[in-house]
């Protein structure tokens, strides 16, 4: 067969196509097609098209007008002035511009939707309606407009005629190649209006804002957890009935989703594609970049109904509402207290087991959490970003900004141990306490402290 040329399957290239009986065959594969024009679509696989390459001025057709397959590529000589999308014929730009101009004069009685054309209204309502009068005759599924089954056929044919030149990588529509093409501009001209959040896809808003409105509506009948969209719910199903088809070839762990086992194997590889713009950290996940980057936005999604506090992480909140209900699960085997969290656990454990594996080097001094080196390596940087709101006095710790403001209200200072200041015991009677904060001694009394201070 010669470059470039397609073949009619039959021998008889003038005969016509049959509308009943046998499918279209494949003369190279013997792949069999239900329709003429998706035959002579998928030859394109055996004439170098399948590929994507050269087909970026290629138009399809059908029927009569399927003798011309292949046209040069058009300019698009026609600029719209209001928003410059180009257009190639002056037909084209005429009805892209009543967009600008013309009123939306038509409305849907289900939802208030205003459309500008009749024809717009009745595509719409099938949203509502559920009907779907175009059928694929190749796989049975059905959509409710036209462009949708066209754009469907693409996949039985393994066409994909729009290319991205940043990467290669090619696809069936050119609505999916633009959506892909911001994953190399990195543009996100889509913002939440609630939190300020921008994204690159209205669908990923869209998305985004069922956060905030709490809108889960799919629940699965066996653990009531709810999902924003049906494909979370069906997901989730396959971990109750234990499916698990996708398998590492490293270490033969087995993954619910094709995307879980991609994830997993980064810790293979060590591979880690996903940088934060803002400090050029990497990530192996992506997901795990979008929590991070958290710490640059300040957002806080998580919102706790019964008071009212936000979270940026959806384990903070869950830790947080036990502080509602009183709930501490979590107990020690040393002295039997409870705590609300694992973590809380852990921290408490050091305790008994003296540990301090973090070193100060300024002046050697060792403590048992990051958090306390890092509040006691501000003694020797001077940083105190705790200032009180009625005399301005700053101070480098919370705590003791907490026990200045008593002083202006009056109240005796009296923690809870546990809840509050775990590690005020350690700190307590120290040079640095008493400068800051006047602290000369902290009586212990059950489970409360009370702090004398001068």
Known sequence: MEPGKLLDPHSDTSSTPKKHGSPHECSECGKSFAGWSLLLTHRKVHVGSGSSEGLEGEKFFSGKDAKGLRSPPRLKPYKCDECHLCFGQ?????????????????????????????????????????EKPYKCWECGKSFSQKSGLWSHKKVHTGIKPYKC????????????????????????????????KHFSYKSSLMRHQKRHTGER???????????????????????????????????????????????????HTGEKPFKCGECGKFFSQKHHLGRHQRVHTGEKPYRCVECGKSFPYKENLLTHHK???GEKPYQCNECGSFYISISALRSHLKIHTR?????????????????????????????????????????????????HQRIHTGEKNVWNVENIFPNLQQF????EITQETGITSVQCVGNLFIVNQN
């Not at 002056?90 to 009749?118: N, V």
């Not at 653990?223 to 033969?252: A, D, T, V």
């Not at 501000?378 to 301005?392: A, M, V, Y």
């Open 90 to 130: 002056m037909l084209h730009l005429l009805k892209h511009q009543k967009i600008h101009t013309t009123e939306k004069l038509y409305q849907c009685l289900e939802c208030g939707k205003f459309f500008r054309g009749k024809a717009q209204l009745r595509i719409h309502e099938m949203i509502h309606t559920g």
């Open 165 to 196: 030149f940043e990467c290669g990588n090619c696809f069936t529509r050119s609505s999916s190649l633009q959506c892909h093409w911001k994953t190399h501009t990195g543009e996100k001209n889509e913002k939440c209006l609630e939190c300020g």
């Open 217 to 267: 509506p799919y629940e699965c009948p066996e653990c009531e957890k709810r999902f924003i969209y049906s494909h979370e719910l069906q997901r989730h199903q396959k971990r109750h009935k234990g499916e698990k088809p996708y398998q590492c070839g490293e270490c033969g762990k087995s993954f619910v989703t094709p995307r879980e086992l991609q994830d997993h194997k980064r810790t």
């Open 323 to 325: 502080t509602h209900t």
């Open 355 to 403: 540990e301090k594996n973090h070193k100060c080097l300024d002046c050697g001094r060792a403590f048992a959490h990051s958090s306390s080196l890092r509040v006691h390596s501000r003694i020797h940087t001077g940083e105190k970003p705790h200032k009180c709101s009625e005399c301005d006095k700053c101070f480098s710790r919370k705590d003791s900004l907490v026990m």
């Open 428 to 431: 307590a009677g120290t040079p």
